[in-house]
């Protein structure tokens, strides 16, 4: 599997992918390669700035950005004009996309408050029917992981079900920013059918006015959690490390054959 197959996840990113393709008439050629190198190095860049980038729209501009130098694509005009025709396409399938889901891009404004006044007792039990392996649990778990638990910068972010007042529909454990402004997502707690693009936009709206710059959060790089955190603007960061485990029963192998399915960050890992 090529760099850019590795990458191009969504419908968009692989019509993308698929045009550079049959323009170029490769599959990972010199041109898609370039590409992928543009992309990276402005996720990077991005990365640095503590900036939250639209991945998709940057892997496709990435992809797209010099479709015009191919025959199949000019028209006659400047190459960076040749490709307008195939970047249209791609933008207007974004923007299809984005009409769909506007509600969920926008995204509410949750209810911030501080850990020791939000007992963890809502989350305890996970909401739902869900494949994915979702860790719960109760106060006495987060401070024993958490040093200092709950503490000044420990917040818990709450999305109400139908306004505020109502039963949550999903929490999130927020720990900072520091003084440098950044701040660390422990815990993600939510309704299955809630997705990410739901809730990443407002918290990130209540970090940046609490005077954050960069928020993290720790999962595992295969898991299909990781991949709906980069779609909603994560950045993978270079040090990872390796996470070790042994099944000493029947559903500890089911449970580590299915690591596309795991939910967890770094709170849910023994240190």
Do not use: K
């Not at 900072?176 to 309704?191: C, K, N």
């Not at 993978?236 to 192998?253: K, M």
């Amino acid at each position: 599997m090529s760099r850019a197959d590795e990458l191009a996840e969504t419908p968009a990113e692989r019509a993308s992918l698929d045009a550079l393709r049959t323009a170029s008439g490769e599959t990972d050629g010199a041109m898609e390669r370039h590409c992928v190198r543009q992309f990276l190095i402005a996720e990077r860049l991005g990365e640095l700035d503590g900036a939250v980038v639209d991945r998709e729209l940057l892997l496709c501009a990435a992809l797209l950005h010099d479709a015009g130098l191919y025959p199949s694509v000019a028209t006659g005009d400047v190459y960076v004009s040749d490709r307008r025709w195939l970047v249209d396409g791609a933008i207007r399938l974004l923007h299809a996309r984005t009409r769909l889901q506007r509600g969920l891009r926008t995204g509410p404004d949750p209810i911030a408050s501080p850990a020791a006044q939000q007992a963890a007792a809502a989350f305890e039990a996970p909401w739902g029917d869900s494949p994915r392996l979702r860790p719960h649990y109760g106060n006495a778990l987060y401070a024993a992981r958490l040093d200092g638990y709950p503490g000044p910068r420990d917040t818990w972010f709450t999305f109400p079900q139908n306004g505020v007042g109502s039963a949550p529909a999903a929490g999130l454990l927020v720990r900072g920013p520091d003084q440098s402004g950044v701040a660390a997502l422990h815990a993600i707690r939510r309704a299955p059918e809630l997705p990410l693009a739901c809730l990443i936009p407002g918290l990130v709206r209540a970090l940046r006015a609490a005077g954050c710059a960069r928020l993290q959060i720790v999962t595992v790089a295969e898991s299909a959690f990781a991949a709906e955190l980069r779609r909603v603007g994560f950045v993978a960061r270079r040090d990872w490390a390796p996470v070790l485990a042994a099944p000493l029963t029947p559903t500890g192998e089911a449970v580590l054959g299915a690591v596309h399915q795991w939910e967890i960050t770094d709170l849910d890992c023994d240190r």
